[in-house]
């Protein structure tokens, strides 16, 4: 049974590799909800279409340039942790430019500190994950959403295994305060 699915698979790819927009239309259909997931869990579900829908552009554009047609998979969730990466390098500038300019207001508003600390209270999980550097999300997402293991999520991301713990072990230790604080 996943053998035929296998060869299926790479036959596919194989097909779209020469331009077959039918057969990538196969592996979309196949790998979307995947790479959606994975995503979502490093850039939010609100920016997750879109890495995904670029991601997916990118591959096309690139699949000639797949040596291993078996590794699909590896090679597709490679390019959407680097659109991840893309997205979350602009968000952070964009950030950083609305931080300044909320600023500005709060000194304008004269409104006190404690509101503020009211508002950043109710969103600390958001922000503790928002803090996070790209690499801790990635390895986050990948061991807890593409459900890898600590060796897969090395493998993947071609970094040493103490490496990717460290990497989990930072995430973990980060987001801890936050979860404790929400209970």
């Known amino acids: 049974m996943w053998i035929v699915v296998i060869l299926e698979l790479a036959d596919d790819v194989r097909v779209a590799r020469e ?7 196969r592996l979309v259909s196949q790998h979307a909800d995947g790479a ?4 979502a869990a490093i850039v939010g579900p609100a920016d997750a279409a879109d890495v995904v829908q670029d991601a997916f552009i990118d591959a096309w554009r690139g699949l000639r340039s797949l040596r291993e047609v078996d590794r699909f998979e590896a090679w597709l969730r490679r390019i959407v942790i680097n659109r991840c990466r893309m ?3 602009s968000r952070r500038r964009h950030q950083a430019q609305v931080k300044a300019q909320a600023d500005m207001h709060w000194q304008r508003s004269g409104l006190s500190d404690d509101f503020r600390l009211g508002s950043e209270t109710r969103a600390a999980l958001e922000q503790a994950f ?9 390895v ?4 807890y959403v593409a459900d890898l293991s600590i060796a897969g999520v090395a493998a993947e991301l071609q970094v040493p295994v103490g490496t990717a713990k460290s990497r989990l072990a930072a995430a973990l230790a980060a987001m801890r305060p936050a979860l404790e604080e929400q209970g």
């Open 19 to 25: 331009g077959d927009a039918d057969a990538f239309d």
């Open 36 to 39: 959606y997931r994975l995503a």
């Open 87 to 89: 997205t979350l390098r």
């Open 130 to 138: 928002e803090a996070l550097s790209a690499d801790q999300r990635i």
């Open 140 to 143: 986050l997402a990948l061991h």
